[in-house]
Each structure stands twice: as C-alpha cells, then as structure tokens.
Nanobody, 125 residues
Framework: QVQLVESGGGLVKSGGSLRLSCAAS????????MSWVRQAPGKGLEWISA????????NYSDSVKGRFTISRDNAKNTLYLQMNSLNPADAAVYYC??????????????????RGQGTQVTVSS
C-alpha cells in the first residue's frame, strides 16, 4: 500500500534551518507530483509547496516563497523540503502528500490523495 514517511522535524531557533524528507513506497513515485502541506495548532491544512513528477516545475505559497525549497530524488523515492529563515509562524506538523497526476504542481488539496503521518517542526523565538 502507499506509504509516506516524513522525517527531519525538530526544534529550531528563529532564523534557523531544517531539511525535511519524505520516503515514499507502495507506488511508482516518478509518476506522481508531490507536495508539502502543514497544519499549525488550531488551524486547518495549508498547502505550501508542490513539485511535478520530474522536478521541472515547482510551486510555493506566498507564506514560504523565497525561504523554502522543494526537491525530489526519484532514484531514492524521496521528497525534500529545505526550510530556511524559519520563524515561529512556521511551527506546525508538516506532511508530504501524493499527487493524483504527474504534471500538475498545484496547491489545491483536491489534487492530492494521500498524506503521511507528519513530522513536527517547532520554532523558538
């Protein structure tokens, strides 16, 4: 079955960096766009970044644009999110999500069908 396992979260000081990873299995990774989505305490899901199957197109929400970078290694079936200049507003559980199609890197929840269990990111001020 489809499995997405996030890792790399933790506690970081404001202004610091973290790199999240998402190990995918149970499906043909290279045939699907992927995304990162987060949920802060008491808030709904926020789609923050997406990448097409080959990595040629990426998309970012305004809240992370210029600070976060999404990438993927199809040989390793792994998705990444490099997060720089973190601030307390970035504190959330971060999930990776599997896209329904290969070529569309949207930030719309309807375009994704599976999420992992998430990894916690905490940012101290």
């Amino acid at each position: 079955q489809v499995q997405l396992v996030e890792s790399g979260g933790g506690l970081v000081k404001s202004g610091g960096s973290l790199r999240l990873s998402c190990a995918a299995s149970g499906f043909t990774f290279v045939l699907h766009a992927m995304s990162w989505v987060r949920q802060a305490p008491g808030k709904g899901l926020e789609w923050i970044s997406a990448i097409t199957n080959g990595g040629g197109t990426t998309n970012y929400s305004d809240s992370v644009k210029g600070r976060f970078t999404i990438s993927r290694d199809n040989a390793k079936n792994t998705l990444y999110l490099q997060m720089n200049s973190l601030n307390p507003a970035d504190a959330a559980v971060y999930y990776c999500a599997k896209g329904k199609t290969p070529f569309v890197a949207t930030l719309r929840s309807d375009d994704y069908d599976t999420r992992g269990q998430g990894t916690q990111v905490t940012v101290s001020s």
